[in-house]
């Protein structure tokens, strides 16, 4: 406890770790502001009867911090500059280019593609704003709206993804810790007191049980989050020795950590993009004046309504993306070269194609633990749903994610800061 207050203490006593702290709660307290400003017209009362009703709608308002349950001018929030990074980072399998630019150019490459990334998020935030207009509109919650108006609201909706992903890297730049992941974090943090809120509210004495076990159960997420975020699986590495002169080098032994989690949360966001895409198709196609083709989207949102359905389609798109994402991030046989070239090796195993199928199978195996993970916890809130029959009753299991991924990377980041100044 003493320790803990020490570090708090210099957190505040040292001035450039104390403007990185003050900056991030400015800028966090600008994007509240403006999640708290809405486009004109808005039914709240259908809003949040659709947000209720709709588990795609109700998770895409947790990548837009708060931000679509008040239909505000950053309603997309940064989901747009995310889905181009994921986008970008998918096209370096089909780019060599890409995947020069990314991996091998430096600081000055990794900024290009980051440029990138920003541009696709125009378009994208155009394509999504769009689509949401008229989903909205078309379930009662936007009035009718006229071209200018469309075009209006869509410009409005666009130019505030655009200043969110200003904000969230002016935070990741002169802020501690992640400004998009911090983003996200601080409209989840928003929401928690309408949650306790309404849980007070629908108190019932008769269910005490039931609120003791939730309680247990989101103890015990939350140990489970932790660890598995956490999780390391290290592979050790010894450096052959080397003699230069009359010294003698390498000879040292270490590991290399493979992470049980290597994904992070990219995986849930991903799969999310895929899922909302049919159901805003469908909604678009069940108005058209063709009988046939009404029908057919009619009966696909139907089967989209499916809490069951949805959440085996759900559940199956996460695993497969933690694995294809987590191929995409780390390649083995980069690895493998890299520790040739520095005289390293993994004892018992040889250099070369030997060492990247041992590496690629390790992370195979640790990867399903990690694939498992995410879907669990993608799929946690209509489980407990299921079982509670309650629907404010429910552990977030994404939101909690990346509470505790935030929470642990600005502990981390700040920890850094700390024993840099010690030193």
Same mark, same amino acid.
């Given at each position: 406890? !003493?320790?803990?207050?020490?570090?708090?203490?210099?957190?505040?006593?040292?001035?450039?770790?104390?403007?990185?702290?003050?900056?991030?709660?400015?800028?966090?307290?600008?994007?509240?502001?403006?999640?708290?400003?809405?486009?004109?017209?808005?039914?709240?009362?259908?809003?949040?009867?659709?947000?209720?009703?709709?588990?795609?709608?109700?998770?895409?308002?947790?990548?837009?911090?708060?931000?679509?349950?008040?239909?505000?001018?950053?309603?997309?929030?940064?989901?747009?500059?995310?889905?181009?990074?994921?986008?970008?980072?998918?096209?370096?399998?089909?780019?060599?280019?890409?995947?020069?630019?990314?991996?091998?150019?430096?600081?000055?490459?990794?900024?290009?593609?980051?440029?990138?990334?920003?541009?696709? %998020?125009?378009? @994208?935030?155009?394509?999504?704003?769009?689509?949401?207009?008229?989903?909205?509109?078309?379930?009662?919650?936007?009035?009718?709206?006229?071209?200018?108006?469309?075009?209006?609201?869509?410009?409005?909706? &666009?130019?505030?993804?655009?200043?969110?992903?200003?904000?969230?890297?002016?935070?990741?730049?002169?802020?501690?810790?992640?400004?998009?992941?911090?983003?996200?974090?601080?409209?989840?943090?928003?929401?928690?007191?309408?949650?306790?809120?309404? @849980?007070?509210?629908? /108190?019932?004495?008769?269910?005490?049980?039931?609120?003791?076990?939730?309680?247990?159960?989101?103890?015990?997420?939350?140990?489970?989050?932790?660890?598995?975020?956490?999780?390391?699986?290290?592979?050790?590495? *010894?450096?052959?020795?080397?003699?230069?002169?009359?010294?003698?080098?390498?000879? *040292?032994?270490?590991?290399?950590?493979?992470?049980?989690?290597?994904?992070?949360?990219?995986?849930?966001?991903?799969?999310?993009?895929?899922?909302?895409?049919?159901?805003? &198709?469908?909604?678009?196609?069940?108005?058209?004046? !063709?009988?046939?083709?009404?029908?057919?989207?009619?009966?696909?949102?139907?089967?989209?309504?499916?809490?069951?359905? /949805?959440?085996? &389609?759900?559940?199956?798109?996460?695993?497969?993306?933690?694995?294809?994402?987590?191929?995409? %991030?780390?390649?083995?046989?980069?690895?493998?070269?890299?520790?040739?070239?520095?005289?390293?090796?993994?004892?018992?195993?040889?250099?070369?194609?030997?060492?990247?199928?041992?590496?690629?199978?390790?992370?195979?195996?640790?990867?399903?633990?990690?694939?498992?993970?995410?879907?669990?916890?993608?799929?946690?809130?209509?489980?407990?749903?299921?079982?509670?029959?309650?629907?404010?009753?429910?552990?977030?299991? %994404?939101?909690?994610?990346?509470?505790?991924?935030?929470?642990?990377?600005?502990?981390?980041?700040?920890?850094?800061?700390?024993?840099?100044?010690?030193?």
């Amino acid at each position: 406890m !003493n320790t803990a207050f020490q570090k708090i203490k210099m957190m505040f006593a040292d001035r450039s770790l104390r403007r990185r702290i003050v900056f991030t709660f400015f800028a966090l307290a600008i994007f509240r502001v403006l999640a708290a400003i809405p486009i004109p017209g808005i039914d709240t009362v259908q809003l949040q009867n659709l947000l209720n009703s709709n588990q795609l709608l109700s998770l895409f308002n947790v990548f837009s911090g708060g931000g679509l349950s008040h239909l505000s001018i950053v309603m997309l929030g940064v989901g747009p500059y995310i889905t181009g990074s994921i986008i970008m980072q998918l096209l370096t399998i089909l780019s060599p280019r890409l995947k020069a630019l990314y991996q091998e150019e430096g600081e000055a490459g990794r900024k290009r593609f980051s440029q990138y990334s920003r541009m696709l %998020t125009v378009p @994208l935030a155009a394509i999504q704003g769009f689509s949401f207009l008229i989903l909205l509109e078309r379930q009662g919650v936007l009035p009718q709206l006229g071209v200018s108006s469309l075009i209006v609201n869509l410009v409005v909706i &666009i130019a505030g993804s655009v200043l969110l992903m200003w904000i969230g890297e002016l935070v990741t730049e002169f802020g501690i810790g992640n400004g998009l992941s911090l983003i996200i974090f601080a409209g989840i943090i928003a929401s928690v007191p309408s949650t306790l809120g309404q @849980l007070i509210f629908a /108190y019932d004495p008769a269910q005490l049980p039931l609120y003791i076990g939730f309680l247990v159960a989101a103890i015990l997420v939350i140990i489970g989050v932790v660890i598995v975020t956490e999780a390391e699986r290290p592979i050790p590495v *010894t450096y052959a020795k080397r003699v230069r002169g009359m010294k003698v080098y390498g000879g *040292t032994s270490t590991y290399l950590p493979l992470r049980v989690n290597q994904a992070g949360v990219i995986p849930i966001i991903f799969a999310l993009s895929l899922l909302l895409f049919p159901q805003m &198709i469908f909604s678009a196609l069940s108005h058209v004046s !063709n009988a046939l083709v009404a029908q057919y989207a009619t009966m696909g949102q139907t089967l989209f309504n499916n809490p069951w359905f /949805y959440a085996a &389609i759900y559940f199956v798109l996460v695993f497969a993306f933690t694995y294809f994402y987590t191929a995409v %991030t780390f390649d083995p046989h980069t690895l493998s070269t890299n520790l040739q070239k520095n005289g390293a090796f993994i004892p018992g195993v040889r250099p070369g194609q030997p060492t990247a199928e041992y590496i690629s199978s390790v992370l195979t195996r640790i990867t399903l633990v990690g694939a498992v993970f995410l879907g669990l916890i993608a799929v946690l809130p209509l489980i407990l749903r299921a079982v509670t029959g309650l629907t404010y009753l429910a552990i977030g299991g %994404t939101a909690l994610l990346i509470v505790v991924s935030v929470v642990l990377d600005i502990t981390k980041k700040v920890d850094a800061q700390i024993s840099m100044r010690e030193y």
